[in-house]
């Protein structure tokens, strides 16, 4: 059974950092794309970030390039998620998301979903 489980999400001031990992299990993970997204209360899940499965590559949304670096060990199965220099914009429940299709920054394309780790920019 293909599962994803996000972790490392917190409170901290803005300017801070966080690291969220999403550990696989259950499936092939080379085979699969990974991404990102986030929840605020009230707003609609935006995407955040991508990773590919083959090469690599990444993608980032224009709110958080050059802050954010997105990664991913096949050997341990994990994706990360470095967040630096967070704004409290950023608060929200981050979830990632797995497809075997090319990255995506629709939500809607992507079938399986872990439970989302909260983050909170707050001072």
């Known amino acids: 059974q293909l599962q994803l489980v996000e972790s490392g999400g917190g409170l901290v001031q803005p300017g801070g950092s966080l690291r969220l990992s999403c550990a696989a299990s259950?499936?092939?993970?080379?085979?699969?794309?990974i991404g990102w997204f986030r929840q605020a209360p009230g707003k609609e899940r935006e995407w955040v970030s991508c990773?590919?499965?083959?090469?690599?590559?990444?993608y980032y949304a224009d709110s958080v390039k050059g802050r954010f670096t997105i990664s991913r060990d096949n050997a341990e199965n994990t994706v990360y998620l470095q967040m630096n220099s967070l704004k409290p914009e950023d608060t929200a429940v981050y979830y990632c998301?797995?497809?075997?299709?090319?990255?995506?920054?629709?939500?809607?394309?992507?079938?399986?979903w872990g439970q989302g780790t909260q983050v909170t920019v707050s001072s």
């Open positions: 998301a797995a497809r075997q299709s090319m990255c995506n920054i629709d939500f809607r394309a992507f079938a399986h």
């Open positions: 259950g499936f092939t993970f080379d085979y699969y794309n």
């Open positions: 990773i590919g499965r083959g090469d690599k590559s990444s």
